[in-house]
């Protein structure tokens, strides 16, 4: 069975740092995009960053340029996102799967995990 599932989201300041996890069971990151989006109350969703199966196909928002970085540990299947320099227009639920394309109906999404940042 494929799965995937977020972990690392929480409550923190403005400025502070998180990192989310993106971990696969029944299907191998490495050989997939991975995306990272996001959904705030009452937004629609959008994509944070897009994480080629190599480096020149990666692509990332430009509000969190700068900021936000992806990476794979192919060894772990696990693909993160390091969040540097928070806002509080961060906050939203993030999301990943094992696509780029939000139209694919063959992309295994996670159930997302609560990103929160204060004042």
């Known amino acids: 069975q494929v799965k995937v599932v977020e972990s690392g989201g929480g409550l923190v300041q403005a400025g502070a740092s998180l990192k989310l996890t993106c971990a696969a069971s029944g299907l191998t990151l490495s050989s997939y995009l991975v995306g990272w989006f996001r959904q705030a109350p009452g937004k629609e969703r959008e994509e944070v960053y897009c994480l080629g199966v190599s480096a020149d196909r990666t692509t990332y928002a430009d509000s969190v340029k700068g900021r936000f970085t992806a990476s794979r540990d192919n060894g772990r299947n696990v693909v993160y996102l390091q969040m540097n320099g928070l806002k509080t227009e961060d906050t939203a639920v993030y999301y990943c799967?094992?696509?780029?394309?939000?139209?694919?109906?063959?992309?295994?999404w996670g159930q997302g995990t609560q990103v929160t940042v204060s004042w």
């Open positions: 799967a094992s696509t780029c394309d939000t139209t694919w109906k063959f992309g295994a």
